[in-house]
Structures are given as structure tokens and as C-alpha cells.
């Protein structure tokens, strides 16, 4: 039998809330019968409420049918502040012995499933759970590069705890408090509530995170150009048959400019079929200083040959009034899994840039060494980047990296990076990568190369 909820069960229950119990053709239930005792402790907990003299005392004795009208109201009236899941599952059991009786009362059980889902995840107040991430790392020379200014540096790259509070089957709360491994404080880095608004729209508000470029799958393990950012504001999303739109608004610092402004941002994106899917999104920085407007638009779209074998990529325009420029960047990827090659998978990336094009996120693919800045296209006027990794079992896993970046100036080295990897997944909570980096003609430090071990834990 499905999981019950309670929500829906309220105007089923108002034809039944004001008799106190008529006569009715159901048989007795007996004084000893565990429901008395299992409804007199929800009741005495605050957990149920709603019955005809305000309290239920197992004091007299009831039909089935009574005693469902009972369960009816604990349903449409439980607690979820003071619900434990102990009492969840005596309701169930009540829901289970009354079955018939509820559903000749109107109240059809299977079509509560979605809220006590929500009651069961929700109940016993906060969810808590975390990530840690320590680095042992050593670089060739001690001059300043891109992993650091020492041979050795040792530090703890990230820790996250997120704690989550169910505040009831529409509302929930969210924090996530950390640090990104630059100034070793502890800092709240998200806060916001997220509520189900009518006509399937769900709004963020607060401090929340975005990532259309992520969710459009269009970087691996790196970072997006313009998305993956966290924001003060408001922000919804809405659904509908082939796919969803989404939209926001809000004022803060806006990247790379130390000045309050506006930020909007909207995105709709259609699912044609199984096999191509379609995504428009914009975004707009409107800064309450002269000449520093900043607006981004791109298309984005998606082709599945097979279950493992994928194109993709993505047109940019953008509208920058701070050097009256509009250029334009585009990128394509195929995007192969293991399981279509059977050793290996394949991420093969090509981006191309007009050489007044920026971007919004500082280091697109600097997860090991390669940093490429925001004027991506003043540097480069194309980039290549390739992955492949391999999943040899459960606990073992490899990967290579390339990035080359084709300088826009003549007679300059490109800028090169490899990386080799191994992780061991100790267990299902620890992991320890082991990792060669090594990088050649970036624009503005030495050339250098670095062994790290990162020991990772999920929690």
C-alpha cells in the first residue's frame, strides 16, 4: 500500500466533523483494541488535533466507522513539528486497520501519497550533512604559480554543512555555512526558503544558488562561464508539458564590479523528446553606475544518438556598455559515456571567442592548475579541452585531463595543462585522489607542475 499524506483529506472531513458520531452500519470497535491507544498518544503528544470535544481519551466506545472519521482527522491535522516517526508509523498501522472505512468516508489513502512522503523526510527537525576536502600538495618551485607561492602547501581546500529544515510539506529552509579554502573563515555562504507556490511554481528566497549551464550539462568537472553562482533575491521556477522556465531577480554586489546592482535572469527551456532538447536564457546587469551595463544572452541545445553518445553546446552573445562591445562565443561538445565505449568515457569541448568576450566566473577550467580569468577572449581566441575517464570497479577510477588555450597574440606560447588521476573510493563516505598536474604558457606566471593528494570526506 502506498504512503498516506494528510493535506487533501481536509474536505473530505468537513462532512463529517460536526455529528458526534452517528449511528452507522459499521460494527464496534473493541474497548481493547490497539487504536484506542494509539490514537490517545498522538493525542496526548500535540501530534493530532481536531476531534469533537477537543481531546481524545479512548474513553468511550467507538465503531469503525467513528474510528475512522478519528484517524480522518489525524490525518488532515498532524503536526509535523511534533511528529516523530514513531508516531508516522502508528498512523500508517491506523491507516492500514481502517482502510475500508476511510475510503467509504471519501478519503481516498492512495491519492495522499506525496505529503507524508514529505512527513517522513521531514520529521525529527533538522537534516544535516556535509563535506570535507584536505589537500597535501607540493609543487616543483617556490616562486609564485597557480597552485601557490611555497613547494609544499598544505590546507584544508573546503568544508561545507548543509542543514536543511522541513518547516511542513510546502515550506523548507536551507543553509549551507564553509569555507572555499582562501580565507580559512567560517562563513554563511547560503540561506534561503524555498516554498511550492500555487500552479506548480516553486520560489526561492534569500541567499540560493543557480546553475542553467550545469543543469543544461554543458561543463564537467570544471566550472560554467556565467551560472553556478549564488545570489540575493528572489527566484521561481514553473514547469509545464515539455519542460520548464525559470526566472530572477535580485541586488547585490555584482560580479567584478564592487557597486550595488540590479541582476535579472530568465530561462526556458523545452524537452522535444528523449532525444533533443532546446534552452533560451538571459542575463541582465543593470549597475547604478554610468556605462556598466552587462547583458548576456545564449541558446543552448542537445542531440542523444544513442543512450551514451551526445552532442551539445551553446551560442553566446553578449552587450557590454562599460567598451560599447557586443561579442559573441560559442562552444560544442560530444559527450560519450563508459558505457557506450566499454573502457572509457569522452568529454570533448571546443570554445571560440570574439576578443572582447568575458565571462562572469573566473577560472573555467582551473579544477587542477590551468586559470584562464574573466577576459577569457582578450587572451584566447580558442580553447580545446578533452576528458577521459575510466571506472575500473567500485573503488577504483582514473581520468586525463587536456586543456589548450590558442593565444590571440602572435608569437606567444599557447597555454598548455595536463592532468593525471587516480581515486580509491575507501569507503562510501572517504575517498583519497592522487593527482599530476603540469602546465606550460600562461600569460602571466612560471610554468610549473604539482603532485597533490586530496582526501575527501561526505557526510
Given amino acids: 500500500m502506498k504512503k498516506f499524506a494528510a493535506l487533501v483529506a481536509v474536505l473530505a472531513l468537513v462532512a463529517f466533523a460536526a455529528p458526534a458520531f452517528a449511528a452507522n452500519?459499521?460494527?464496534?470497535?473493541?474497548?481493547?483494541?490497539?487504536?484506542?491507544?494509539?490514537?490517545?498518544?498522538?493525542?496526548?503528544?500535540?501530534?493530532?488535533?481536531?476531534?469533537?470535544?477537543?481531546?481524545?481519551?479512548?474513553?468511550?466506545?467507538?465503531?469503525?466507522?467513528?474510528?475512522?472519521?478519528?484517524?480522518?482527522?489525524?490525518?488532515?491535522?498532524?503536526?509535523?513539528?511534533?511528529?516523530?516517526?514513531?508516531?508516522?508509523?502508528?498512523?500508517?498501522?491506523?491507516?492500514?486497520?481502517?482502510?475500508?472505512?476511510?475510503?467509504?468516508?471519501?478519503?481516498?489513502?492512495?491519492?495522499?501519497?506525496?505529503?507524508?512522503?514529505?512527513?517522513?523526510?521531514?520529521?525529527?527537525?533538522?537534516?544535516?550533512?556535509?563535506?570535507?576536502?584536505?589537500?597535501?600538495q607540493f609543487q616543483s618551485g617556490t616562486a609564485t604559480s597557480l597552485y601557490g607561492t611555497t613547494d609544499a602547501d598544505w590546507d584544508m581546500n573546503r568544508y561545507r554543512l548543509f542543514m536543511v529544515k522541513q518547516i511542513n510539506d510546502t515550506t523548507k529552509f536551507v543553509i549551507r555555512i564553509g569555507d572555499d579554502g582562501d580565507t580559512q573563515e567560517l562563513a554563511w555562504e547560503r540561506y534561503y526558503v524555498e516554498i511550492m507556490m500555487g500552479w506548480d511554481v516553486t520560489a526561492k528566497i534569500g541567499h540560493w544558488d543557480f546553475d542553467w549551464q550545469g543543469d543544461d550539462g554543458l561543463y564537467t568537472d570544471n566550472d560554467a562561464w556565467f551560472t553556478d553562482r549564488d545570489l540575493y533575491g528572489f527566484y521561481m521556477v514553473k514547469p509545464f508539458a515539455m519542460g520548464e522556465f525559470a526566472a530572477y531577480v535580485t541586488r547585490g554586489d555584482a560580479d567584478g564590479l564592487a557597486v550595488e546592482t540590479y541582476e535579472y535572469g530568465a530561462r526556458?527551456?523545452?524537452?522535444?523528446?528523449?532525444?533533443?532538447?532546446?534552452?533560451?536564457?538571459?542575463?541582465?546587469?543593470?549597475?547604478?553606475?554610468?556605462?556598466?551595463?552587462?547583458?548576456?544572452?545564449?541558446?543552448?541545445?542537445?542531440?542523444?544518438?544513442?543512450?551514451?553518445?551526445?552532442?551539445?553546446?551553446?551560442?553566446?552573445?553578449?552587450?557590454?556598455?562599460?567598451?560599447?562591445?557586443?561579442?559573441?562565443?560559442?562552444?560544442?561538445?560530444?559527450?560519450?559515456s563508459q558505457d557506450a565505449l566499454g573502457f572509457t568515457s569522452v568529454w570533448l569541448e571546443y570554445a571560440a571567442f570574439d576578443a572582447t568576450f568575458v565571462t562572469l566566473t573566473a577560472a573555467p577550467w582551473d579544477n587542477y592548475g590551468a586559470y584562464t580569468g574573466t577576459a577569457i577572449g582578450a587572451t584566447y581566441d580558442s580553447v580545446w579541452f578533452v576528458k577521459l575517464q575510466q571506472v575500473w570497479n567500485d573503488k577504483w577510477t582514473t581520468f586525463e585531463r587536456y586543456l589548450n588555450g590558442n593565444k590571440r597574440a602572435a608569437g606567444v606560447d599557447d597555454l598548455t595543462d595536463w592532468t593525471l588521476g587516480i581515486v580509491y573510493q575507501y569507503n562510501p563516505a572517504v575517498a583519497f585522489e592522487l593527482v599530476y598536474d603540469s602546465y606550460e604558457g600562461h600569460a602571466t606566471v612560471a610554468d610549473d607542475d604539482m603532485i597533490r593528494l586530496r582526501t575527501t570526506v561526505n557526510f
Wanted: no cysteine; hydrophobic share 50%.
Fill in 25 to 136: 452500519p459499521f460494527m464496534d470497535v473493541p474497548m481493547n483494541h490497539w487504536a484506542y491507544d494509539a490514537v490517545s498518544q498522538l493525542a496526548s503528544r500535540g501530534v493530532v488535533s481536531g476531534y469533537p470535544d477537543g481531546a481524545f481519551k479512548g474513553e468511550w466506545k467507538a465503531t469503525r466507522y467513528e474510528m475512522a472519521s478519528v484517524v480522518a482527522r489525524a490525518l488532515a491535522y498532524v503536526d509535523m513539528n511534533k511528529a516523530s516517526k514513531q508516531d508516522l508509523e502508528l498512523l500508517k498501522k491506523l491507516v492500514v486497520e481502517f482502510k475500508d472505512e476511510l475510503d467509504a468516508l471519501g478519503v481516498k489513502v492512495d491519492e495522499l501519497d506525496s505529503r507524508v512522503a514529505v512527513l517522513e523526510a521531514g520529521v525529527g527537525g533538522w537534516h544535516i550533512y556535509g563535506q570535507m576536502r584536505f589537500d597535501a
Fill in 268 to 336: 526556458v527551456k523545452f524537452n522535444f523528446n528523449e532525444n533533443f532538447w532546446l534552452s533560451l536564457n538571459g542575463i541582465f546587469q543593470a549597475a547604478d553606475v554610468a556605462n556598466r551595463d552587462f547583458n548576456v544572452w545564449w541558446a543552448a541545445a542537445g542531440v542523444n544518438f544513442t543512450p551514451g553518445i551526445a552532442l551539445k553546446g551553446a551560442y553566446y552573445a553578449e552587450d557590454i556598455d562599460a567598451n560599447g562591445t557586443t561579442p559573441s562565443a560559442w562552444q560544442a561538445i560530444i559527450d560519450v
